[in-house]
Nanobody
């Protein structure tokens, strides 16, 4: 199983980025997907998650109203549209996949597979 995240970069505060995570080696529609982020010296933080069908989405409090998670099951890809970016959004962003959510979408331990991460830097 591979999860390949892309789309990170350097952006000014107030700008936008769209992250993508392409999955292979699994039956994509059987997995819920999540995005997490980790800034230097901080714990991994839940950003967003989407159910297997895409019918349910979940967001961390710090990104609600600014970020949108979506998935394209035909392309085996999950997306994170990030708008109104702030310097505090600076982190490495990771995508993750889970078949059966046992301890909640927000818990990193729930996830079976992880991508390698993509750096997002927001300048003030």
């Amino acid at each position: 199983v591979q999860l390949q995240a892309s789309g990170g970069g350097l952006v000014q505060a107030g700008g936008s980025l769209r992250l993508s995570c392409a999955a292979s080696g699994l039956t994509f529609s059987n997995y819920a997907l999540g995005w997490f982020r980790q800034a230097p010296g901080k714990e991994r933080e839940f950003v967003a998650a989407i159910s297997r069908s895409g019918g349910s989405t979940y967001y961390g409090d710090s990104v609600k109203g600014r970020f949108t998670i979506s998935r394209g099951n035909a392309k085996n890809t999950v997306y994170l549209q990030m708008n109104s970016l702030k310097p505090e959004d600076t982190a490495v962003y990771y995508c993750a996949a889970v078949r059966i959510v046992s301890t909640g979408y927000m818990n990193p331990a729930s996830y079976d597979y992880w991508g390698q991460g993509t750096q997002v830097t927001v300048s003030s």
